[in-house]
């Protein structure tokens, strides 16, 4: 058994050689895997499933060849791409997870997440999550023209760029009691996510058989968590490779 987890891919049109590094991943290393989970920030910004940009076209037909080819994705929404549904999740053929999902292995639990409500310090961020994920609200905004759409979108990076410069790193990371909430509550001994873009496997205070794996961005290169017979294992290499 071989699972992949990736997250924070962050692909845009402008960033054409994370694209071609993704999809190069998606034919190579992806094809080898008995399932890929992708736990958020897929999509630089998702403004709406209708929107007709060509690279999520592009990205929704290398998808779904995995499932062409027997390989299950699943797809946790992330930060960014928050609004993505069902209608893109079935052109990728890829099933949709709720914002944590619990994995049973054969040898062990593993709580899968994006990560940002692990970052309970920010309570700036918090607070701007609980009002865009009102329903309302997504519904509102998705009944706007895709440009004025596009107009807010880039507003609110722009805040939110702004308002991150002013944040310590400590504040941007996740809070070890979220942490240990979510690992006590779902019973599990291994959580898998993204959001910091800090990767790395970390064992948890408690003792040495709780970790906590965090996914990297695919600013430079890419990034990936393997679970197989090996154990869990970050892998981290150069875009076509
Ligand atoms: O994304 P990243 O890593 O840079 O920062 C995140 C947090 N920021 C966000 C915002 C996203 O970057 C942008 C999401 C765009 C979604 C498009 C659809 C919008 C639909 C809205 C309606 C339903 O997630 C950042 C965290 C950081 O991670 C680390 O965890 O700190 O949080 C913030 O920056 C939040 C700020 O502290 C407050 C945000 C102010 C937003 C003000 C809104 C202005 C609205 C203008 C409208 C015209
Ligand atoms: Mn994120």
Same mark, same amino acid.
């Given at each position: 058994m071989s699972l992949l987890f990736v997250a924070d891919?962050?692909?845009?049109?402008?960033?054409s050689a994370i694209t071609t590094g993704f999809i190069h991943f998606l034919h190579t290393r992806a094809l080898k895997a008995d399932a890929l989970y992708i736990l958020g920030?897929?999509?630089? !910004?998702?403004?709406? %499933?209708?929107?007709?940009?060509p690279l999520y076209q592009d990205i929704a037909l290398a998808l779904k060849v995995l499932n062409q080819r027997g390989i299950p994705c699943y797809f946790i929404n992330g930060n960014?791409?928050?609004?993505?549904?069902?209608r893109y999740a079935t052109a990728c053929a890829m099933t949709l997870l709720p914002e944590q999902q619990v994995l049973q292995l054969d040898r062990q639990r593993v709580v899968i997440l994006h990560?940002? !409500?692990?970052?309970? %310090?920010d309570k700036a961020y918090q607070s701007f999550r609980r009002m865009v994920h009102q329903r309302w609200l997504k519904q509102l905004f998705l009944y706007l023209p895709l440009s004025l759409r596009l107009l807010i979108a880039d507003r609110i990076r722009a805040n939110s760029q702004r308002a991150n410069v002013g944040k310590t790193d400590n504040i941007m990371d996740v809070n070890q009691q979220a942490v240990m909430a979510v690992m006590t509550y779902t019973g599990a001994s291994v959580m898998i996510h993204g959001h910091?873009?800090?990767?790395a496997i970390h064992t948890m205070?408690?003792?040495?058989?709780h970790y906590r794996a965090v996914l990297g961005s695919w600013h430079q290169q890419g990034s990936a968590i393997k679970i197989d017979a090996a154990g869990v294992t970050l892998v981290e290499f150069p875009f076509c490779s």
């Amino acid at each position: 058994m071989s699972l992949l987890f990736v997250a924070d891919i962050h692909l845009c049109q402008q960033e054409s050689a994370i694209t071609t590094g993704f999809i190069h991943f998606l034919h190579t290393r992806a094809l080898k895997a008995d399932a890929l989970y992708i736990l958020g920030d897929l999509f630089e !910004v998702w403004i709406g %499933d209708d929107d007709p940009n060509p690279l999520y076209q592009d990205i929704a037909l290398a998808l779904k060849v995995l499932n062409q080819r027997g390989i299950p994705c699943y797809f946790i929404n992330g930060n960014r791409d928050f609004l993505l549904s069902s209608r893109y999740a079935t052109a990728c053929a890829m099933t949709l997870l709720p914002e944590q999902q619990v994995l049973q292995l054969d040898r062990q639990r593993v709580v899968i997440l994006h990560g940002d !409500v692990l970052c309970t %310090d920010d309570k700036a961020y918090q607070s701007f999550r609980r009002m865009v994920h009102q329903r309302w609200l997504k519904q509102l905004f998705l009944y706007l023209p895709l440009s004025l759409r596009l107009l807010i979108a880039d507003r609110i990076r722009a805040n939110s760029q702004r308002a991150n410069v002013g944040k310590t790193d400590n504040i941007m990371d996740v809070n070890q009691q979220a942490v240990m909430a979510v690992m006590t509550y779902t019973g599990a001994s291994v959580m898998i996510h993204g959001h910091t873009h800090q990767p790395a496997i970390h064992t948890m205070d408690m003792d040495n058989c709780h970790y906590r794996a965090v996914l990297g961005s695919w600013h430079q290169q890419g990034s990936a968590i393997k679970i197989d017979a090996a154990g869990v294992t970050l892998v981290e290499f150069p875009f076509c490779s």
